[in-house]
């Protein structure tokens, strides 16, 4: 199966555009963040329109997820522009399998921060709220969340509940109308 040629995939009371979607969606259920899919589309002017592929309540953060080999598109900085924050995910919901860049809408002169090899960013998960996903790299002097980043506290980006998420989402099997064990809502 190639990332390029989707499979409509239904999962959690959603028809995703692709398996990818559908994977990111089990990750997301499996460390229990809140997410709505294609919830709304917006109208970016000599861009077009655009529809993020999910909206983060909590983080107030859209994503767009897509496969390895997709990396820009000229509607997510127009979108920024809205004052809107878009985290571009490219690749699989596994370890070294995905690279991300956040279009930071609310602060242009931090509009864009890169998966850098010498800085990655990373998913990390909140230690005082359950369920509240973060964005954040080693140097990284704020995170996704609107800087509530505790530096004595830092997220937990290397846990149990992540790989618990990351391997829920690898395994997940689509096929037969089977649901991931012990995910969904």
């Known amino acids: ?23 990111w969606a089990v990750f997301f259920d499996a460390l229990g963040v809140r997410y709505d899919y294609e919830r709304e589309g917006f109208d970016l002017g000599e861009h077009g329109w655009y529809l993020p592929d999910f909206w983060l309540p909590r983080e ?13 598109d000229p509607k997510y900085e127009a979108f920024a522009g809205t004052e809107q924050t878009l985290l571009h995910v490219v690749g699989r919901p596994w370890p070294g399998r995905y690279g991300m860049v956040l279009y930071d809408g609310l602060d242009p002169e931090h509009t864009i921060w890169g998966s850098d090899p010498m ?8 230690r005082k709220i359950p369920g509240v996903l973060w964005v954040t790299s080693e140097s990284a002097s ?18 149990p509940p992540l790989e618990a998420a990351y391997a829920a989402a690898s395994q997940a099997r689509f096929e037969h109308g089977e649901n991931p064990k012990g995910v969904g809502r």
């Open 60 to 72: 107030e953060c859209w994503v767009e997820i897509k496969p390895e080999g997709f990396f820009y």
């Open 119 to 126: 800085d990655p960013l990373v998913f990390a998960l909140d």
């Open 1 to 23: 199966m190639s990332d390029r040629n989707p499979i409509e995939t239904v999962y959690n009371g959603y028809r995703f555009r692709s398996r990818l979607e559908a994977r």
């Open 142 to 159: 704020r995170s996704l969340t609107k800087a509530r980043i505790d530096h004595d506290k830092p997220p937990l980006s290397d846990s």
